[in-house]
Structures are given as C-alpha cells and as structure tokens.
C-alpha cells in the first residue's frame, strides 16, 4: 500500500518500508499494522454512511 505524505493523516498509519519509485512524498507502508487498518477505515466511513457499495483503492500493489 502507498501512503502520500501530504495527507492529514499521514502520520498515524504503521511504519514506512520503502519508496515506490520516482514518486514525490510516497512510500509503501506496512499495512498488515493495526493502526493502519484503523485509518483506513475512518477514510471509508464517510462512503458507508453515505451509502456507497464500493470504494476504489489506488496505489495497493506492491509486496
């Protein structure tokens, strides 16, 4: 998964593992750490209240 530091929360997923390439203030993260299923479930929230049936989510390939 690719975290971009320019988000607001960008500090508080899980430890950083790496860059993606050529990317300007990307980086893979560790998204097997429990904060970072936390985060990204409060950036999903607002679709599920909003009633939404899918999410797309970019920049997950990786290890």
Do not use: C, H, Q
Not at 25 to 39: C, L, P, Q
Request: aromatic share 10%; net charge positive.
């Amino acid at each position: 998964m690719v975290l971009r530091g320019l988000r607001p929360d960008a500090k508080r997923f899980d430890r950083k593992i790496g860059k993606p390439g050529e990317w300007k203030g990307e980086w893979y993260i560790d998204w097997k750490g429990g904060r970072t299923k936390a985060v990204m479930n409060g950036r999903l929230d607002p679709a599920r209240r909003k009633g939404f049936r899918g999410v797309d989510i970019d920049n997950v390939e990786g290890s």
